[in-house]
């Protein structure tokens, strides 16, 4: 698993959320794998811009699934998100602030770094 433990400054990944739980593997962190289509890899603060407009397009991320062990997201939360829908929210003015040290080096196969930084969420 390349790229699995390390953020987009080449460190230590740090980890994205414990409450609500988050990540592919639902360990808390952007982790990665093979299996990951959706390259869960960018961890964000989630806004209500960001739920309004992934909603849009498809994927309700305010409405709890339980039986996929997830809690439903609120403005506020940080969470996991998939490197090219955030992509797609930036390209469409409603990207939430990225948490940079939380955020997989997996990301930037998707996303450049200068877009990353611009929307880094400023008091990590």
């Known amino acids: 698993m390349a790229g699995n433990t390390r953020n987009v400054f080449g460190e230590v990944l ?38 309004l407009f992934s909603s849009k397009e498809g994927n309700d991320l305010s409405t709890p699934r339980p039986e996929l062990d997830f809690p439903g997201l609120k403005p506020g939360d940080q969470w996991c998100v998939c ?6 929210a930036a390209e469409a003015g409603c990207a939430p602030p990225v948490v940079l040290g939380s955020t997989n080096e997996k990301a930037l196969d998707v996303v450049s770094m200068a877009d990353l930084e611009y929307h880094a969420l400023i008091a990590e």
């Open 83 to 88: 490197a090219g829908r955030w992509k797609e």
């Open 14 to 51: 740090q980890p994205c959320s414990m409450n609500p739980k988050t990540g592919f593997f639902r360990d808390g962190c952007c982790k990665t794998s093979e299996s990951d289509y959706g390259s869960h890899t960018v961890c964000v603060r989630i806004t209500e811009a960001f739920l």
